[in-house]
């Protein structure tokens, strides 16, 4: 019996048929109880990866992505847009009923009040613009991460 055991190298090489086995290394195989069961369960290994179902990159996922960037429709944004509507219509009727009225009644307005009236409706469509981006910001985070745990 040969005393000098087979490398573990040369044990995954000789189990994963990547190199030829010799009559020598045989034997030892078949007289070295340690060898003999290293060998055995590199074998094992070998065919249970081989058993392995394949790993497929999810051909969706270009798919699943656009539909996380894109805007979820949703009811509320449906009623904002019936409510623009609304108010634009509510407006265009009041100004050809009322507008020489309403312009009699700004002019004689003092400036402070002119001023509050002009910044209203700018300061709130400045502070939804900044809503949107903070929205629009936090959304790509969150597909960043989920695309980063996809790819590890
Ligand atoms: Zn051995």
Same mark, same amino acid.
């Given at each position: 019996m040969n005393s000098v055991h087979l490398t573990e190298e040369k044990l995954q090489a000789l189990a994963d048929k990547a190199e030829r086995t010799t009559a020598? =290394? !045989? /034997?030892?195989?078949?007289n070295c109880m340690e060898c003999r069961i290293k060998f =055995?369960?590199?074998q094992l290994i070998n065919s249970t990866l081989q058993q392995l179902p /394949?790993?497929?990159f999810d051909? &969706? $996922?270009? &798919?699943?992505i656009v539909a996380m960037v894109k805007p979820q429709r949703s009811a509320i944004h449906w009623a904002a847009f019936i409510a623009a509507i609304l108010g634009g219509i509510?407006? !265009?009727v009041s100004t050809v009923l009322y507008g020489k009225q309403f312009f009699a009644f700004f002019i004689q307005l003092p400036y402070? $009040?002119?001023y509050f009236f002009a910044l209203i409706p700018l300061s709130f469509i400045s502070v939804q613009t900044v809503l949107f981006f903070l929205h629009h910001q936090q959304k790509m985070k969150t597909v960043k991460e989920k695309t980063d745990y996809l790819a590890t």
């Amino acid at each position: 019996m040969n005393s000098v055991h087979l490398t573990e190298e040369k044990l995954q090489a000789l189990a994963d048929k990547a190199e030829r086995t010799t009559a020598l =290394e !045989m /034997q030892h195989i078949a007289n070295c109880m340690e060898c003999r069961i290293k060998f =055995e369960n590199y074998q094992l290994i070998n065919s249970t990866l081989q058993q392995l179902p /394949q790993v497929a990159f999810d051909p &969706d $996922l270009a &798919d699943h992505i656009v539909a996380m960037v894109k805007p979820q429709r949703s009811a509320i944004h449906w009623a904002a847009f019936i409510a623009a509507i609304l108010g634009g219509i509510l407006v !265009m009727v009041s100004t050809v009923l009322y507008g020489k009225q309403f312009f009699a009644f700004f002019i004689q307005l003092p400036y402070i $009040l002119r001023y509050f009236f002009a910044l209203i409706p700018l300061s709130f469509i400045s502070v939804q613009t900044v809503l949107f981006f903070l929205h629009h910001q936090q959304k790509m985070k969150t597909v960043k991460e989920k695309t980063d745990y996809l790819a590890t």
